[in-house]
């Protein structure tokens, strides 16, 4: 689900939710961005994000609510492609 209408598609609710102080806008852009795969995309509205909602600049990007959404769907969206999907049942029992 990468494809560039995903992601532009995604980053426009990134944006909707700035101009129109509605967080839980922005929030689901970016549950959308890394649940797609745009894992890099996701990560960077969040930092920009973080930044614009009035967070320090500081060497710890992961305790910003913005980005730490972000590494938190992308590591659950790799756990379930690694655990749970692409599994073959046995044939027998």
Request: proline letters at 9%.
């Amino acid at each position: 689900m990468k494809s560039p209408v995903f992601v532009v598609a995604s980053l426009f609710f990134v944006a909707l939710g700035w101009w129109l102080p509605l967080w839980p806008l922005s929030a689901l852009g970016i549950v959308l961005l890394a649940a797609g795969g745009a894992f890099p995309a996701a990560f960077v509205a969040g930092v920009v994000l973080d930044l614009l909602w009035g967070a320090p600049p500081s060497a710890a990007w992961f305790a910003f609510p913005f980005v730490a959404l972000a590494v938190l769907v992308a590591l659950v969206r790799l756990a379930v492609q690694v655990f749970l999907l692409d599994k073959r049942l046995p044939e027998r029992v």
